[in-house]
């Protein structure tokens, strides 16, 4: 029975890793309305800067988890004004895709190129060991609480921001009709600039938290947790920010229970199979909104 | 009558044959004259069946419009299903005869893991239906990459746990021996086997293009709503497109398996990274440009060897001229630069000449 509980808050802490890059995503694809296949190499990305600057420059973590958080900022925005911006009124949908692919690819090579392809092992950005419940037959990682804390207090800041202020009510203004949303005044360009910034910063700390929790780092350490955010992401519902959270952690759940229980190497499937499932079912995810298309 | 002449459309894909079948030529003399090193001769069967599917991967990218992120998925099945095939048959049937039927049992289960994919993934568009079918590749991958599959007196052995847990008599034969994969694959290909089927597949998506069916799916590409309305069955020519797509890239699998001595399924071969990999080999190529997609292909396979001092630097390379060629290609304000800078060029002329 501890190994269930184990596995639970296991599962919890992969989720609330998920639910933060799924809340980066979500907003990204709710507001530019594309789907940003490189979000998973920004926290690749992160996780390099946090390493070089606390393990190989001595830095105290924090700062170098606030060094990558900048930096990381940096680079999403670039990569907007760059590479998305300029195919925004594309004639055709796959084409800002194929370009976040040739992000993605551009940024697993460079690190290939700089770091190398062997695995740097990761020091964890939280010392504290953790506590022991039911006379130490329960371990919890100090790891695992402090991203658990960190997921819920980025979800409440990122309603409160969304829904309280200026900038936050743009964004919504944004994601549910761009052109009107121009009409009144909003500066489209600036409020989706800001988007990639957040998500971008969301990223560095999940990178932060995903590294801490799974100490090996490659090039391509965030592909694949980023393909599973996108999964997450759409089982919550896209564009729903309580959505993601709840997508990110039942994801994770899934994730670590099937991995103990059925096959570790068919974790991957089934969670890949839940994104087709949800799809089949309900395209629009747990708290989305059925948008009809007109024409 | 008038005289059948042969058309623009046509000569262009005439065009295409020929380069292949030259390049085929070239490298043959190449290889039988010993100009070729080891290492280059080995990359000849991977270039064509890569080729292949760049081929099968361009009519759902760029004659469908929908962008598939799954190809080496069903790269996979057909890879495996033809390695099956011809484990069970070794020695019982002549190696041409064997190779064949592998060929055939191959394309018809990728296509019918296209069929059976594409009713779900069809339903949706973009990019829902980009990870989607990046999710089918990475399942298909998986599932094989865990499945222990073994033969005897009493029938078929499946486990998913381990080898011992087939139950198999002494004397069984052990096909799929989970993640180790498939040994002992006779090696029945090369490469012009190869190119004889990259020609197929050539003819096969050409006339595909060129015909009614095609044209159909082409509309729906354009304008859906516009194809439907005019009484378009949307579906079925989705579903036509994308599992001939899907048979050509099962083609190119078959081919990979009677190429290698150990067939597994891992992400260096059958990962969504190959999907991409192909993707680039089909956007530098032209979206829509089947001959791009075949020399495109080629070249960028056989160019690190070429190479050899770049090829750190490839992938990075690639990359930022795909994001380049993207943009190029694509951005309205790049779109807009270009046909204003040509215009000018062609007054240029025009006052130049008067």
Known sequence: ?295 | MKKPNLSKKSAGRFTTYAIVAAAWAVLEIMLHTGLMSSHMQGLLVPMAYYAIVAVGLNLCVGILGELSLGHAGFMCVGAFSGALFSLLTAGKLPDGLRFFLALVIGVLLSALAGFLIGIPVLRLNGDYLAIVTLAFGEIIKNIINALYLGIDSKGMHVSFESQAALNMEPEGQILINGAMGVTGTPHDSNFTIAIVLLLLSLVIVQNFIDSMDGRAVMSIRDNRIAAESIGIPVTKYKMLAFTVSAAIAGMAGVIFSHNIATLQSTSQYFGYNVSIMILVYVVLGGIGNIRGSVIAAAILYMLPELLRGLNKYRMLIYSIVLIAVMIFNWAPGAIEKRTRFFDRIRKGIRNGAA
């Open chain 1, 1 to 295: 029975m501890m190994s269930f509980f184990t596995s639970l808050v296991n599962g919890l802490s992969l989720g609330s890793i998920y639910a933060i890059i799924a809340l980066g995503y979500t907003m990204v694809y709710g507001i530019a309305k594309m789907l940003n296949f490189a979000h998973g190499d920004f926290i690749m990305v992160g996780c390099y800067i946090i390493f070089v600057f606390s393990s190989s420059l001595g830095l105290p973590s924090i700062v170098a988890i606030l060094v990558a958080v900048v930096l990381c900022t940096l680079l999403g925005i670039t990569t907007e004004r760059i590479a998305y911006r300029p195919l925004r009124n594309a004639a055709s949908p796959l084409a800002v895709l194929i370009t976040a692919i040739g992000v993605s690819y551009f940024l697993e090579n460079m690190a290939l190129l700089i770091f190398g392809a062997d695995t740097k092992s990761f020091t964890s950005v939280v010392p504290w060991s953790g506590i022991a419940l039911f006379g130490g037959e329960l371990q919890i990682q100090g790891i695992t609480i402090v991203t658990i804390g960190i997921s819920l207090l980025i979800l409440a800041a990122l309603q409160i921001f969304v829904h309280k202020t200026r900038e936050g009510q743009a964004m919504l203004a944004v994601s549910q009709d761009r052109g009107a949303a121009m009409l009144m005044g909003i500066d489209v360009n600036k409020t989706i600039t800001l988007t990639f910034a957040i998500g971008s910063a969301l990223a560095a700390i999940a990178g932060a938290l995903l590294a801490s929790a799974y100490p090996s780092l490659t090039p391509y350490t965030g592909a694949m947790p980023g393909i599973k955010a996108f999964v997450a992401a759409v089982l919550g519902g896209i564009g729903s920010i309580p959505g993601a959270m709840i997508g990110g952690l039942t994801l994770g759940i899934i994730e670590i229970l099937s991995r103990t229980y059925i096959s570790s190497q068919l974790a991957d499937a089934i969670v890949f199979g839940i994104l087709v499932a949800v799809l089949i079912v309900r395209p629009t995810g747990i708290l989305g909104k059925n948008i009809q298309e007109k024409v």
